[in-house]
């Protein structure tokens, strides 16, 4: 086949892939009613998101014990973002290695899945431990335990995701993050805060609310 018609192909896969990823579809599922010729707007539902119901409690090698209550809102999420903020950065870093070591979604795979004990993209609620990285900033883009908002909607505990980056809102306008090795985990801006000439959304996880 000519490269030309791979990269068609990859690029409709993609634009499969994003669209359900913000509608709360199965791929699978839009896929076969593109094929089919059906509006993919009448694809299912996919997989809900449930919180963890039993608290979840965990300590890294720092000694800083996770949140022991679970209660999954967004204020809770903002809170325990924002008690990293000082702590390092290393990229593809584990969380359970220790406060700091992280990149931008593995330190919202702590906070989330870790601490809070919530569904996060690939483990079911309160089996992320930190043990590995967990899913990347692509994935979270794209997953359906989470849906994509107007940024004039955000609230404290919402996601802000570009195309390479992510972080937790703390307050409208603000997010925290994993930044870089020379700023590590910091408070920055929404606008001029991420990747030069890359989109942001702003997404809300299903179980946060």
């Known amino acids: 086949m000519p490269a030309k018609g791979l990269y068609l192909i990859a690029a409709g896969g993609g634009a499969i892939l994003l669209w359900s990823g ?3 579809k199965k791929w699978s599922e839009t896929l076969r009613n593109v094929i089919s010729g059906k509006n993919p707007a009448i694809t299912t ?3 809900p998101i449930t919180s963890s119901a039993a608290a979840f409690t965990t300590q890294d090698t720092t000694g800083v014990a996770a949140h022991a209550s679970v209660t999954g809102t967004s204020e809770n999420i903002a809170q325990d973002a ?7 950065y290393v990229w593809g870093g584990a969380p359970g290695s220790g406060s700091g070591h992280w990149d931008c979604s593995s330190f919202v795979n702590a906070v989330v899945g870790r601490d809070l004990g919530l569904a996060i993209p690939m483990y079911k609620a309160g089996t992320y431990h930190g043990q590995s990285h967990g899913p990347t900033t692509g994935i979270w883009l794209v997953w359906t335990g989470a849906f994509t908002i107007k940024k004039q909607d955000m609230v404290p ?3 802000v995701i570009w195309q390479t980056h992510m972080g937790i809102v703390t ?3 603000r997010y925290v993050s994993a ?3 020379q700023e590590g985990t910091l408070e920055k801006p929404i606008h001029g805060g991420g990747p030069v000439g890359e989109v942001s959304f702003i997404r809300r996880l299903k179980a946060g609310r």
């Open 82 to 88: 924002m008690r990293y903020i000082g702590s390092g």
């Open 45 to 47: 539902t996919s997989y």
């Open 157 to 159: 505990g919402d996601l």
């Open 171 to 173: 307050r409208p306008g």
């Open 22 to 24: 913000f509608r709360g």
């Open 179 to 181: 930044y870089d090795t």
